[in-house]
């Protein structure tokens, strides 16, 4: 069975690498590194399918050094050990370049087993990984790595790569292969930026068309039917899971309607209902919160709307809550209030509760002095009296500072009249 598309076609030069320019262009610390031959150990990461083994192959084949290649999806403790059993035996005299594919699938021990060999420079690593190496790596292996990160291919450079594809197979199978219009932007385009997935595509469309007259014709039907929705890069226990989260919520909390329906689609595609809820609920509360209260119900009831109605309508509430939220005035007056009242409590600032707001309902409670001097509030004008609520070890302690928006300051306004 021959190798996928992908791998025939590999690139084997930098210049035959598609996007990364940041990394590989005229001037770029990465491109400079490579070309000097001094090779450093080093961590690729990012999305699949964007070059990072390529890149990882191209530099292996650059050096004098011994090359092992190990993926971390199966290597074992042993293929380790005879790895290092090499160095000292004349095949890995100029060193060993270890390329290690997968790296965060090695436990912390395997990485441990590498860390004295990576140190003296006996061991060059060139490991890459799809998740933040930060959450997966051990932090000593970092601490002597250089950490560069990949981004997804843009849709013009994918086309490149598409291309180059199509004239391949065309010469690999002495067919003539002809494309209707479009096929290779809506591949390059479907396809997310993964450029090994829309290579594959092109190889599966030529495939699965037929002969027809001597000539294998590939429609933008087949095309849209094979890439359909690969262009969706979603893992729910992935890093790129919390990143799309994080880019929801700050848009709803920096009141932008357009980005956050764009990160709320992302999430609905992929059928992340729970996580969009929680987050709605929580930037209703959090950021609109005092200055509009009832932003909450709404949204609450948006909320238990789509649960209830379950996928694809449940799009329906929650764009209209998402785009509630965001057009809202913000306040996190509250949630800053709280958090205080927390910072307090957790540094030991806690006191006793003054006597007359403890408990006075029970046989024995005025003996011990409970309750005996609180003041009903509602039995005074405009339903308030002063008196001194925080233990004393907190009194004149200050969490709540009203917001500028007009709810919270009308609110202020009212309190200030009747307490002064």
């Known amino acids: 069975m021959p190798a996928p598309l992908a791998d025939r076609i590999r690139p084997r030069e930098l210049s035959e690498i598609v996007g ?16 000097s031959g001094n090779i450093c150990n080093m961590i690729f990461y990012g999305p699949p399918g964007i070059g990072k083994t390529t890149l990882g192959s191209i530099i292996a084949g650059k ?29 890995a005299q100029n060193g060993v370049l270890l390329y290690l594919d997968e790296i965060q699938y090695f436990t912390k021990k395997q990485q441990q087993t590498l860390l004295e060999f990576i140190e003296n420079g006996r061991i060059t690593l060139i490991a890459s990984t799809t998740e933040n190496p930060y959450f997966y790596v051990y932090g000593a292996i970092l601490s002597r790595s250089t950490i560069f990160e990949f ?11 598409v291309s180059r594809a199509f004239d391949f197979l065309r010469r690999e199978r002495s067919e003539e292969i ?77 009141s932008d309607p357009d980005a956050a329906l764009h990160y709320l689609a992302r999430l609905l595609e992929a059928g992340d209902l729970p996580s969009v809820c929680r987050r709605l609920m929580v930037c209703a509360c959090e950021d609109v919160g005092l200055a509009y209260p009832s932003v909450i119900p709404i949204v609450k009831a948006a909320v238990d709307v789509a649960n209830a109605i379950g996928l694809p309508e449940a799009v329906i509430p929650l764009g209209d809550a998402v785009i509630l939220v965001s057009t809202s005035p913000k306040s996190n007056t509250g949630a800053g209030a709280v958090s205080k009242a927390l910072s307090d409590i957790r540094a030991g600032k806690i006191g006793e ?42 009194s004149g302690a200050r969490y709540y500072e009203p917001g500028g928006n007009k709810s919270e300051q009308a609110a202020k306004a009212y309190w200030d009249k009747i307490k002064s």
């Open 353 to 394: 509760i003054p006597a007359h707001l403890r408990d006075s309902h029970y046989g024995g409670a005025a003996k011990l002095g409970r309750g005996l001097t609180y003041k009903y509030p509602h039995d005074f004008p405009n339903n308030y009296t002063p008196q001194q609520y925080l233990p004393d070890a907190l």
């Open 20 to 35: 990364q320019r940041h990394l590989l262009g005229e001037g770029a610390a990465l491109r400079g590194i490579i070309e």
């Open 63 to 91: 050096t004098g050094m011994r090359l092992h290649k190990l993926n971390g999806t199966t290597a074992s403790t042993k293929d380790i050990k005879l790895i290092l059993e090499e160095l000292d035996t004349f095949s």
């Open 178 to 254: 002809v494309l209707e219009d479009g096929v290779e932007g809506y591949i390059a385009s479907a396809c997310g930026g993964d450029v090994r997935k829309s290579i594959n595509a092109a190889e599966l469309c030529v495939l699965s068309s037929p002969v027809v007259g001597g000539v294998k014709s590939i429609t933008l039907a087949r095309a849209e039917e094979l890439a359909q929705r690969s262009g969706m890069r979603y893992d729910r226990e992935g890093y790129e899971h919390y990143d799309i989260l994080s880019a929801f919520q700050k848009s709803m909390r920096g």
């Open 151 to 161: 981004k997804p291919v843009d849709a013009d450079d994918v086309a490149a790569a």
